[in-house]
């Protein structure tokens, strides 16, 4: 089993910055991806950033350039660096961690792009 939190969500003016973490415990050496998903209104769940155990970061489209995701050596802690924010990417966020056989998630942290 794996527990996800998130922290670091809130409301931040256009062009603002905002960092995510999501904490891991429990079996983290399983983990093989953590990633970051995002659900706004009316919308289905998306892809936002991920980072594989070798390092290996893929990013939606949307957010290439202004986003960074990284994690530490020990799986722990996964963050989301996120500039120049545009009001669509007002959403709820979601910790993600892949193990070879499941999928786990966090609880979720509102980001909310508004002047």
């Known amino acids: 089993q794996v527990q996800l939190v998130e922290s670091g969500g809130g409301l931040v003016q256009p062009g603002g910055s905002l960092t995510l973490s999501c904490a891991a415990s429990?079996?983290?050496?399983?983990?093989?991806?953590m990633g970051w998903y995002r659900q706004a209104p009316g919308k289905q769940r998306e892809l936002v950033a991920s980072v594989t155990r070798g390092s290996t970061t893929n990013y939606a489209d949307s957010v290439k350039g202004r986003f960074t995701i990284s994690r530490d050596s020990a799986w722990s802690t996964v963050s989301l660096q996120m500039t120049n924010l545009r009001p669509e990417d007002t959403a709820v966020y979601f910790c993600?961690?892949?193990?070879?056989?499941?999928?786990?998630w966090g609880q979720g942290t509102q980001v909310t792009v508004s002047s």
């Open positions: 429990g079996s983290i050496f399983s983990i093989n991806i």
């Open positions: 993600n961690a892949r193990t070879f056989n499941r999928m786990y």
